[in-house]
């Protein structure tokens, strides 16, 4: 009955069975057809008829409320089944500086846009991550860029570039960054996460022999650490003023260098469709860091 009511609907919007049917590409007598059809369906009928035309009697006019009712219901179904509203748990997992930055933004925007998406968030170092997103216990993770080849039933999403810094206490107000790291205590980042080994590659090609003092995994730790003057660091620092009221942050200038952050996940296991969503929603916040931090180098795709 659902072609019958709007045909209907059509008559009362151009005012004849004609009128209608040229608008709808339908002829004359084939509206006055469905009409009819209508009629019988309803058991009452809804024009007064006067030779080939007809004019609304009492019940049509109150037909008219009802049928665009059931039309315009009709309609949402169709674009809810068509666009069904996901819904789900998402299960994602992010290194300590990607919770800090790069993840809160994202999630909000998620939720703005898919409020029946549920995410349960794994903190962790990225070895770690990694693997459970090959094992299938996280959709994603957004996690540092290992240094070897990721399996490749997973895809890689290169996204930023973090740059180190060195960090020293705040009473310390030397400039020169290789003199302090070759003379001062190393609060060292942990050479098993992949960013510590980007540390460790950075000091052998420059010859520089740190005194390692400490050797943390926790970024956060590190800097609360250097704060109590317990030596100096190289850490990535997404945002510099985040940190700058516990420690001094010095650029590398020139010999900055940087750790790759990305996403990591499983498209052949998202049966839920719900990794789509969070890697478009990720897409779009690394685009806004990076246009108000300048210092976020972006990424180049892995060839």
Known sequence: ????????????????????????????????????????????????????????????????????????????????????????????????????????????????????????????????????????????ALMVQPTFEIPNELVWMPLLQEPFHLITPKDMLSDDWRAMLETCPMVRYDRT?????????????????????FE??????????????MGVSLIPVTHARSIARDVRVLSLGEDTFYREVGLVFRPEGDKLGLTRPFVECVARTVRTMRGAHPDLKKSAPRA
């Open 193 to 213: 996460s992949f960013g510590g080994r980007v540390v460790e590659k950075f000091l052998k090609a420059r010859q520089i022999e740190t005194h390692d003092s």
């Open 216 to 229: 943390v995994q926790d970024i956060e730790a590190i800097v609360r650490m250097v704060s109590r003057g």
């Open 1 to 140: 009955m659902i072609r019958e009511l709007k045909t209907f609907l059509a008559v009362v919007r151009h005012g004849t069975f004609a009128g209608a049917g040229t608008r709808i590409g339908l002829t004359q007598s084939a509206v006055s057809a469905q009409m009819q059809k209508l009629e019988e369906a309803l058991g009452a009928p809804l024009f007064d008829r006067t030779g080939r035309s007809g004019t609304l009697n009492p019940a049509g006019h109150e037909a008219v409320v009802l049928a665009e009712q059931i039309v315009g219901l009709f309609s949402e179904m169709g674009a809810r089944v068509a666009s069904p509203m996901l819904r789900g748990v998402l299960r994602v997992g992010a290194i300590q500086t990607a919770q800090l930055g790069l993840l809160p933004d994202t999630l909000a925007t998620l939720h703005a846009e898919h409020p029946q998406i549920a995410v349960r968030v794994l903190p962790g170092p990225s070895l770690y991550l990694l693997g459970m997103v090959d094992s299938g216990e996280l959709d994603a």
